[in-house]
């Protein structure tokens, strides 16, 4: 099994920026996917942004150029910066790594960091 710890959340003035982190229990730069989702009360989970192996990074098209998905392989961490924060970006954010090769194969996911935008 393979632990992921999401952190950083917060309450944030619209405008405003936070920084999320995603610390994995296993080597990340072995995973195939690494990617960002958000759930509003309310709303389906939407996919945010990720990274596929030896890929580039995607964004939905609600957050291009606001928010940034970046990884530390040394500190098995995925980044997900969110800057010009709007009061629609409030949701709890969850970190989903899937791993295809090794000893836990899967689709991993956090329990997730609550972001609230204050108008």
């Known amino acids: 099994q393979v632990q992921l710890v999401e952190s950083g959340g917060g309450l944030v003035q619209a405008g405003g920026s936070l920084r999320l982190s995603c610390a994995a229990s296993?080597?990340?730069?072995?995973?195939?996917?690494m990617g960002w989702y958000r759930q509003a009360p309310g709303k389906q989970r939407e996919l945010v942004a990720y990274?596929?192996?030896?890929?580039?990074?995607n964004y939905a098209d609600s957050v291009k150029g606001r928010f940034t998905i970046s990884r530390d392989n040394a500190k098995n961490t995925v980044y997900l910066q969110m800057n010009s924060l709007k009061p629609e970006d409030a949701a709890n954010y969850y970190c989903?790594?899937?791993?295809?090769?090794?000893?836990?194969?899967?689709?991993?996911w956090g329990r997730g960091t609550q972001v609230t935008v204050s108008s």
């Open positions: 296993r080597n990340i730069a072995v995973s195939k996917y």
């Open positions: 990274i596929p192996r030896g890929g580039v990074a």
């Open positions: 989903n790594i899937r791993y295809d090769l090794g000893a836990s194969p899967g689709d991993y």
